[in-house]
């Protein structure tokens, strides 16, 4: 925004993008619910009200989604610690502390013990994407790389 960078991968801010700015979707990210291996026969709804609740950091673009999704669901949770370090809270699930609505993400590696229950009809998405300059208002090599990065994305 402050027109120091031509282009950035991220999460889709919830935001509308300033006018001189473009948004090019890469891939899309579900959600899951991380729970320790011997919950995994109970269902994601009974977990997620019943165990203590990892939360995703409301401050994150990711977190804001959890919460989002949390109130509009009508879900009550039992907070127990909020940080933004997806492979932390991988953790803290493995050592047992609660349960978390993480998104299924390649740098997320999903520790021994910790099961990934999927949401079904329910499942909610974080968007990756690039955050671009006009080609025409950027450098050459900007360009190459935003297009060297989507073919990536197409390649996952």
Request: a negative charge.
């Amino acid at each position: 925004d402050a027109g120091e960078i031509d282009i950035a991968v991220m999460t889709k801010p919830p935001f509308a993008l300033p006018s001189d700015l473009q948004w090019r979707a890469l891939y899309a990210e579900p959600f899951v619910l991380l729970a320790p291996q011997k919950m995994q026969h109970r269902s994601w709804q009974e977990l997620i009200e019943a165990e203590p609740f990892i939360r995703y950091d409301r401050g994150s673009f990711g977190g804001r989604l959890v919460d989002q999704f949390l109130r509009s669901s009508r879900f009550t949770v039992k907070e127990t610690i909020e940080l933004d370090e997806l492979q932390a809270i991988a953790q803290l699930v493995r050592l047992g502390v609660g349960v978390a609505l993480l998104p299924m993400s390649e740098a997320l590696t999903i520790p021994k013990g910790v099961v990934a229950i999927e949401l079904g009809d329910a499942t909610f998405f974080r968007e990756i994407g690039l955050v671009e300059r006009p080609s025409d208002r950027r450098q050459p090599v900007a360009t190459l790389l935003a297009q060297r990065i989507a073919e990536a994305a197409i390649g996952r």
